[in-house]
């Protein structure tokens, strides 16, 4: 089974986007980048959006220079949308995966290749939290707190014991933590 992989910017008050779904909280540590982003691009070979955030992370990312750039490039890309008319083709190596999104990574988790890493948006990571499919929470703890926006954990209706994997702080202040659900060896 493909393993799930949560890479998300968080506020220390855990919140994914700021009070205006924005993100403007998060820090730029170029060490933090290099060292971090290349441990994710060595393990996973599909990445997971949602339709809201696909768009502007597209339009980001086929502008971009650089090797993190090259790699959100050239990585296929599925994206959970319950619109099955949503157009994809704006960023190359784009698939769509129409319906129910928890079912569709359901699916994918069940096919061979690499971990799967979902980047965004907070109500599609939200959902596969709810659901129990995410294996690793790789978090980046940014120095800031905004007192409410989206929490990636407001569905979860019960009680998960996590067991740190790992925890690296960087110069910025940002400190990287990543979680495993106790049920995942």
Do not use: C, H
Request: glycine fraction near 10%; proline fraction near 4%; charge should be negative.
């Amino acid at each position: 089974m493909r393993p799930l992989i949560v890479f998300t910017d968080v506020t220390v008050d855990g919140f994914m986007a700021g009070p205006e779904n924005d993100l403007g909280f998060m820090v730029d540590d170029p060490q933090l980048a290099d060292e971090l982003t290349g441990e994710l691009m060595a393990v996973a070979d599909t990445m997971l959006w949602g339709r809201k955030s696909f768009t502007p992370s597209g339009a980001y990312w086929t502008a971009a220079d650089g090797e993190l750039a090259a790699w959100m490039n050239a990585t296929p890309k599925v994206v959970l949308s319950s619109d099955s008319g949503f157009d994809v083709s704006s960023w190359a190596n784009s698939t769509l995966a129409a319906g129910d999104g928890v079912d569709q990574v359901r699916r994918l988790k069940e096919t061979s290749g690499g971990s799967l890493v979902v980047f965004g948006g907070v109500q599609t990571v939200r959902s596969l939290v709810a659901a129990d499919l995410v294996d690793e929470y790789w978090l980046k703890v940014n120095p800031t707190i905004v007192g409410r926006g989206g929490s990636m954990f407001s569905a979860v209706g019960d009680r998960r014991t996590l067991t740190l994997r790992s925890a690296r702080s960087f110069p910025s202040g940002t400190v990287a933590l990543i979680y495993a659900p106790s049920r995942v060896s």
